[in-house]
């Protein structure tokens, strides 16, 4: 296992596909009211330890992940943030987040 994770954070990032032109970010991203803002834990470059990177990352992906840790299909996490926060998620919540962080660069 530690020779196949050796081998993938090798790999340079692949850039994403971009369906829409770099959206603005949307209330929930910016200034979510459940919880911290997604970008205070979701940034770029300065993105928190062990906080994946969403900029770039597929819709579809996305949108199934909150969807999972919504409905307890994912239940990965030691301290269950995402769950939390995914919980309290309206479905257009979902979306606009999906939607804005595949525009991202
Ligand atoms: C307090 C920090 C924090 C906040 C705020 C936060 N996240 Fe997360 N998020 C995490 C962490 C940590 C993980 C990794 C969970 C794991 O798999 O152990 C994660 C995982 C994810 C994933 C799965 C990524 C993948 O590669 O599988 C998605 C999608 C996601 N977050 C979306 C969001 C959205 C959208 C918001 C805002 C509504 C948000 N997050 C707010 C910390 C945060």
Same mark, same amino acid.
């Given at each position: ?19 829409? +032109?770099? *959206?603005?970010?949307? =209330?929930? &991203?910016?200034?979510? %009211?459940?919880?911290? @803002?997604? !970008? ?11 906080? +994946?990177? *969403?900029?770039?990352? =597929?819709? &579809?992906?996305?949108? %199934?992940?909150?969807? @999972?840790? !919504? ?35």
């Amino acid at each position: 296992m530690l020779d196949i994770a050796a081998y993938y954070s090798y790999l340079p990032r692949q850039p994403g596909s971009h369906p829409d +032109p770099a *959206l603005a970010a949307p =209330s929930i &991203v910016a200034r979510c %009211a459940i919880s911290r @803002a997604c !970008a205070s834990c979701h940034a770029t470059s300065d993105a928190k330890l062990g906080t +994946p990177w *969403l900029d770039g990352q =597929s819709a &579809v992906y996305v949108k %199934a992940q909150l969807q @999972a840790f !919504a409905t307890g299909g994912r239940r990965n996490e030691i301290s269950e943030q995402m769950m939390n926060i995914a919980r309290q998620m309206t479905a257009a919540e979902i979306d606009e987040g999906a939607r804005y962080y595949a525009s991202r660069p």
